[in-house]
């Protein structure tokens, strides 16, 4: 069993957890009265950003263990909207990325206004109530672990909460869920089953999508020339996290990033 193959096993059993601790129909309760607020738009806020980087706040990972174990959701996000970021992403996965929903919450509560995008391995409708519920703009559908049926009723049920969708695919083969048209295409540099990473992925399938749509290159970038030149490949989005993550200061680490683009 790869490694994406392990985490979504595990999520199917986290998710009945969740479910027994608090009720699909008590989420929805809590989660009705917020469709009437709007929350920021990241495919907006991407397409009118310079940058177009997505910062993110990421732990853990399954294949380099404790990134940053002391780092602060209260403290973290804020410093990369206040240096520049177009958008955040928030690792919301505990058992593999050390992440929790409450990173979203306890950001909002420090000032982050800036569009967050939940990320995890949605496999369930209920884990976009929970995202909606936690803050975020936007959340992560992963074209790997969904078959196109659920990918499209997943992202069905997004829009219905006011939130966009990030679709993430890695090969050709997975190209066939862009006539889903999300809101953001995103292209995964790193396979999830062996977490090898080649920022070349983008480049070689960025031409195959929609031409106006709104691109994302995620994994791997961590050279402001990389990002130059993905953009004049027709990318809007950057998600950088490990790159920003492993130094003593994200937020000004991302500051450095920008001032040489």
């Not at 607020?37 to 397409?47: G, I």
């Not at 997505?54 to 996000?77: C, D, L, N, T, V």
């Not at 949605?122 to 992560?140: K, T």
Request: glycine share 6%.
């Amino acid at each position: 069993m790869d490694i994406l193959q392990e985490i979504v096993a595990h999520k199917r059993i986290e998710v009945e957890r969740f479910k027994q601790q608090l009720s699909e129909q008590e989420i929805h309760r809590r989660v009705e009265p917020l469709l009437d607020f709007s929350v920021p738009s990241m495919s907006k806020a991407l397409t009118a950003s310079e940058t177009g980087i997505i910062a993110e706040f990421k732990r853990r990972s399954p294949s380099k263990g404790w990134i940053k174990e002391e780092g602060k959701a209260e403290e973290i996000p804020l410093s990369y909207q206040e240096h520049g970021a177009a958008a955040l992403s928030i690792l919301t996965d505990e058992q593999y990325f050390g992440g929790k929903d409450d990173f979203i919450r306890t950001a909002r509560h420090a000032g982050v206004h800036i569009p967050i995008l939940y990320k995890n391995f949605i496999i369930d409708e209920y884990q976009l109530f929970q995202a909606r519920l936690c803050g975020a703009s936007a959340v992560l559908l992963i074209a790997a672990d969904l078959s196109k049926k659920e990918c499209k009723a997943l992202l069905h049920t997004a829009h219905e909460l006011g939130m966009e969708v990030l679709l993430e695919m890695h090969s050709e083969e997975e190209l066939e869920y862009a006539e889903l048209e999300p809101d953001m295409y995103g292209i995964n540099n790193r396979n999830l089953g062996t977490f090898i990473t080649d920022i070349q992925n983008s480049f070689r399938l960025a031409e195959l999508l929609p031409k106006d749509s709104v691109k994302v290159s995620e994994s791997g970038i961590s050279n402001p020339d990389t990002v130059k030149a993905l953009r004049i490949a027709g990318f809007r989005g950057f998600l950088i996290g490990e790159t920003f993550m492993k130094t003593s200061a994200p937020g000004e680490a991302l500051k450095d990033f920008i001032s040489k683009l």
